[in-house]
């Protein structure tokens, strides 16, 4: 991971661990500078990358403050790493459905990138939040990159473990909206009925090298689900 990277995922961390409010004011560039080691252009891209993120906002000439989502209970629609983190006042849960090894379809292999007698991880999971169906989530891992899965890793985050033991730097994703009409399969699975309104996401996540590694279908339980976004740099 570069040093930018590494330093703005410490100042999350800090706001995170230390429950920053909205509006708390972190320290001057000049004390991060002396605080992480570092030049400051680094501390520079380290602030851009939290302030794209919606974790601080910055005002020219008086500082850096914490930026946090002020509702609880809603998923951020537009960020990379799963909704844990957006949901971390709540129980969240996983029921696997099923985990296997299979040869990609058309759709999938375009999506990954790889080639058809590629195998690619197939996770199904149910997410719940506070014992309540959340969402189901259909996922498709490159077995070149991810090599191996299996039932706990997939019960908890399998992000954190790309992250932590397989040392992968998730960078960036391209997601996809849809209001749909459930089917038969996905209303059972969700305790809805058919034809009930959900939202599908499709999302495409790619490592720092530009490789697409994971395509992810998420349906959300329509009375369970709540969104909310953030968005930087408005003109008028």
């Not at 992250?163 to 997601?175: H, Q």
């Not at 209001?179 to 699975?189: A, F, H, W, Y």
């Not at 090298?209 to 740099?233: A, C, D, K, M, V």
């Amino acid at each position: 991971m570069l040093k930018y990277m590494e330093i703005a995922e410490q100042i999350k961390q800090t706001i995170i661990e230390n429950d920053l409010a909205q509006g708390t004011k972190l320290p001057k560039v000049s004390e991060l500078i002396q605080e992480y080691q570092v030049s400051k252009s680094t501390i520079v891209k380290a602030l851009n990358v939290l302030e794209r993120n919606g974790i601080v906002y910055q005002i020219q000439g008086s500082g850096i403050f914490v930026r946090r989502n002020t509702r609880v209970g809603y998923v951020n629609i537009i960020q990379n790493k799963g909704f844990t983190e957006s949901l971390d006042q709540f129980e969240i849960t996983t029921k696997v459905l099923l985990l296997e090894k299979i040869l990609p379809t058309e759709e999938i292999y375009t999506h990954l990138n790889c080639s058809p007698d590629e195998k690619v991880y197939h996770v199904k999971r149910l997410r719940y939040i506070n014992e309540q169906v959340l969402c189901v989530e259909e996922s498709y891992y490159n077995c070149a990159v991810v090599p191996y899965l299996n039932e706990e890793i997939a019960t908890k985050s399998i992000f954190n473990y790309l992250k932590t033991a397989l040392k992968l730097n998730v960078s960036f994703s391209d997601k996809y909206l849809h209001v749909i009409k459930l089917s038969e399969t996905d209303s059972q699975i969700l305790g809805l009925a058919k034809d009930d309104p959900a939202l599908l996401t499709e999302e495409l996540f790619y490592l720092s090298s530009g490789i697409p590694f994971n395509f992810s279908r998420t349906t959300y339980h329509y009375e369970h689900s709540q969104f909310f976004l953030q968005t930087n740099n408005l003109s008028v």
